[in-house]
Nanobody, 127 residues
Framework: QVQLVESGGGSVQAGGSLRLSCAAS????????MGWFRQAPGKEREGVAA???????SYADSVKGRFTISQDNAKNTLYLQMNSLKPEDTAMYYC?????????????????????WGQGTQVTVSS
């Protein structure tokens, strides 16, 4: 079965950087559209960044220019490089997989489009 396992979260000061990883297994990794989501306490889960098998990417406006999504198909691993972190980036970060849609066709940030989720990794940014 599909398994997604995140790692790399932690506590940093504002302006710092973190790199999240998501190890995938149980399917042909490059065949799915992958995304990073986050959920802060008391808030809804929101999409942060997505990447497709052709390397195309999409970002939420709040992270453009600061976060970079990438993947290593040989290692079945998804990454999220987060720079210039702000206190408002504090959240649980999740990776997720959409086996149906592509960034160029039908993609939305709707949670229901992502049937596969990791357990999350906590990111805390202090001011």
């Amino acid at each position: 079965q599909v398994q997604l396992v995140e790692s790399g979260g932690g506590s940093v000061q504002a302006g710092g950087s973190l790199r999240l990883s998501c190890a995938a297994s149980g399917y042909t990794y490059s065949s799915y559209c992958m995304g990073w989501f986050r959920q802060a306490p008391g808030k809804e889960r929101e999409g942060v960044a997505a990447i497709d098998s052709d390397g195309s990417t999409s970002y939420a406006d709040s992270v453009k220019g600061r976060f970079t999504i990438s993947q290593d198909n040989a290692k079945n691993t998804l990454y999220l490089q987060m720079n210039s972190l702000k206190p408002e980036d504090t959240a649980m970060y999740y990776c997720a997989a959409d086996p149906v849609r592509r960034l160029s066709w039908g993609f939305t940030w709707a949670l229901a489009h992502f049937p596969y989720w990791g357990q999350g990794t906590q990111v805390t940014v202090s001011s």
